[in-house]
């Protein structure tokens, strides 16, 4: 978790006054863009291991996070936001019917969020924007390794999926008329209808800085 925060840290520090082009431009461009950063979890966390020792995990509470979008200005103030992202949460090993596997646990977000600019009238050097929406969150329980000699079935792997909310904010800085900076928080609240790993409840806190191209 320090880590998310001094990923918001770097942004603050270094904004400084942006010439008055870059904003002016910024207010009226699209987005399209990389972020990556934590993702620490807010729900459940799977068991280590079971008593009979046919599984074990080493599930992180916060992992690597990385997420591609585009964003598409409606009007100065708002935007509509599409991304998609992959969190890889942890190794798996499992044995069923003397089968040996050993995989990951994968969760993929695909989100469409509205993105508010309240301080566009007022044109200052940084912009914070609020988001708000939701999408499908999907997870995997992948078999990368097994002692199955019919491996093409994917026997062994698990999924689950989930249309939830997604809110969070973050703050924006134009660097030129075509690049800008940004450091961005999102809460995702995933409820998975059935349990992936003995755990249904996978709410994460996403903090990312990201790269830009504007136009």
């Not at 431009?25 to 993702?39: I, P, S, T």
Request: aromatic share 16%.
């Amino acid at each position: 978790m320090r880590s998310g925060y001094f990923f918001l840290f770097i942004l603050v520090v270094f904004v400084g006054a942006s010439p008055s082009w870059a904003q002016r431009d910024f207010n009226a461009q699209h987005q399209a863009g990389a972020r990556l950063g934590v993702w620490s979890n807010r729900g459940g966390i799977p068991p280590s291991s079971d008593s009979e020792g046919n599984f074990e995990s080493s599930i992180k509470e916060e992992c690597f996070y990385i997420e591609g979008y585009y964003a598409h200005r409606i009007f100065p103030p708002v935007m509509i936001e599409g991304s998609l992202g992959i969190v890889n949460r942890g190794s798996v090993s499992f044995r069923e019917d003397e089968i040996n596997n050993v995989g990951n646990l994968l969760l993929y977000t695909i989100l469409i969020q509205a993105k508010l600019y309240p301080l566009v009238p007022l044109k200052t050097k940084i912009q914070p924007y609020l988001t708000f929406g939701g999408g499908l969150y999907y997870g995997r329980r992948t078999v990368q390794f097994t002692t199955n000699s019919a491996y093409y079935q994917h026997y062994g792997e698990k999924t689950a999926s989930d249309f939830g909310l997604a809110f969070g904010g973050g703050i924006d800085w134009p660097l030129s008329k075509v690049l800008g900076l940004e450091a961005s928080a999102k809460y995702m609240l995933i409820h998975f209808p059935n349990t992936l790993l003995t755990v249904r409840t996978y709410d994460a806190l996403a903090i990312c800085v990201g790269l830009k191209y504007l136009y």
